[in-house]
């Protein structure tokens, strides 16, 4: 950036961040989330300049840390010339608004960072309108810590509060308007999605599923030949993707990429997750890909199957992915996760280790969850026999009796819409 000819270069704000371990939790656990939240941090475009961990019983009710942590971190906040404090366990707005005046810095949590990333991520309308809820909802209470500088002035004779109270209850009442339409407007969005959504049903269709940072949407690019962003950072990607499968027999096959997934999700922002993952909701498969390479793997997987289940993504049938298996140090890992999911497919999407098996499985379970019929079109009749290529593959056309039988294979749904199209025309599935 050039500013009057001086060339100037953006420096990341340098950020402290902050866990507690809870009676019951281990430290070991707690390190490893305040690794992650670094992540989030440099995601969000921060340094982080300093790590700090209290164990303790339970929170303080004012502050959640002790009063001899908060003076401590204090101290070091000055060393530092830092002024921005993530802390990794959610805060209530009385907690971060004593935390800021004693610490004379600018305090979140990780609910916070997390909503940073996504409004810097979301590039749909669905997504951004989703985001800047969920935003909004997240500031609604904490707006009395942006007016303390205004609480305490008197307001005029005869007024019941000042200034400041006046400020946050006018910022309250805009706030509030702009929820109700934001959620008008996914009202909207949400009928058209689905309209675009049923101009793709029937056709076969695949989900990437899992932890953020797995290497979904590298094994998407090899999969698809999409070209989509690849960043080795948290939420690279936030709007789903959706390309045809490369190398699958017609008709197609649309494989989705969503968000990844993350622990401690904040559950306002749950909506921002099934918007993108409405897309899973209706696939036919879901490839839960894997980091082989984590030390934390078993956790992160499991993860994943508490948010998929939240959001009500279980009923589909599942394909286990271990990614990232040029990073294994030696043949062990391997053997032993296939000896523990037998059914699992091992990739390298970076190199294009197992790629075509794993193609060759996708393939395959698509071929096992499709059915065979016999249909009857009039000789002519071309809009039924696009009906037919769309939705389905033709194996044979003969002549018959009354016009063309064809037998064509299908998606259970595929089927479906071929039976509906062809009972509003002349057509007819031939039953034996």
């Known amino acids: 950036m050039t500013i009057r000819g001086i060339v100037t270069q953006n420096v990341p704000q340098p950020v402290m961040l902050v866990a507690a371990v809870l009676d019951g939790g281990s430290r070991a656990a707690s390190e490893e989330h305040l690794d992650e939240l670094a992540l989030l941090a440099g995601t969000a475009g921060y340094e982080v300049a300093g790590c700090a961990i209290q164990e303790m019983r339970r929170p303080v009710a004012a502050t959640f840390l002790g009063r001899g942590k908060v003076e401590e971190i204090g101290r070091m906040l000055r060393e530092l010339s830092c002024k921005r404090v993530v802390m990794d366990q959610d805060l209530t707005p009385h907690q971060a608004g004593k935390l800021e005046k004693a610490w004379h810095a600018a305090v979140t949590d990780r609910s916070g960072l997390i909503l940073e990333i996504f409004s810097s991520r979301a590039r749909s309308r669905e997504a951004r309108t989703q985001v800047e809820l969920a935003s909004l909802r997240y500031l609604l209470p904490r707006l009395a810590r942006r007016w303390t500088h205004l609480s305490r002035q008197e307001g005029r004779m005869g007024a019941r509060g000042g200034e400041g109270e006046t400020q946050i209850e006018l910022d309250r009442r805009i706030i509030r308007r702009r929820i109700a339409r934001l959620q008008r407007e996914l009202v909207q969005i949400k009928k058209q999605r689905l309209n675009r959504r049923r101009g793709r049903r029937g056709l076969y269709s695949m989900a990437l599923v899992g932890y953020t940072n797995s290497g979904k949407s590298t094994l998407f690019n090899r999969l698809t030949h999409a070209g989509a962003l690849v960043e080795d950072r948290l939420f690279a990607t936030l709007d789903p993707l959706r390309r045809r499968l490369s190398g699958a027999p017609e ?142 593959r033709v194996l044979d056309i003969s002549q018959g009796d009354t016009g063309l039988k064809i037998r064509v294979r299908a998606s259970m749904s595929g089927m479906g819409r071929i039976r509906r199209a062809l009972a509003q025309s002349a057509g007819e599935v031939v039953h034996a």
């Open 251 to 392: 008709p197609p096959t649309v494989l989705t990429d969503t968000v990844g997934f993350i622990r401690k999700l904040p559950h306002h922002l749950v909506a921002s997750f099934r918007s993108t993952l409405e897309e899973a909701g209706d696939a036919d498969l879901l490839v839960q890909v894997v980091d082989a390479a984590d030390e934390h793997m078993a956790e992160k997987m499991q993860t994943t199957g508490e948010v998929l289940e939240e959001l009500g993504l279980t009923r589909q049938p599942r394909l286990l992915v271990f990614n990232k298996i040029d990073r294994l140090d030696s043949q062990a890992p391997l053997t032993r996760l296939a000896r523990h999911h037998p059914e699992a497919v091992f990739v390298s999407a970076r190199t294009g280790a197992g790629l075509t098996a794993l193609r060759r499985t996708l393939i395959g379970i698509r071929e096992r969850n499709q059915v065979e019929e016999d249909v009857s079109i009039t000789p002519g009749d071309a809009a039924a026999l696009a009906v037919l290529h769309r939705y389905g």
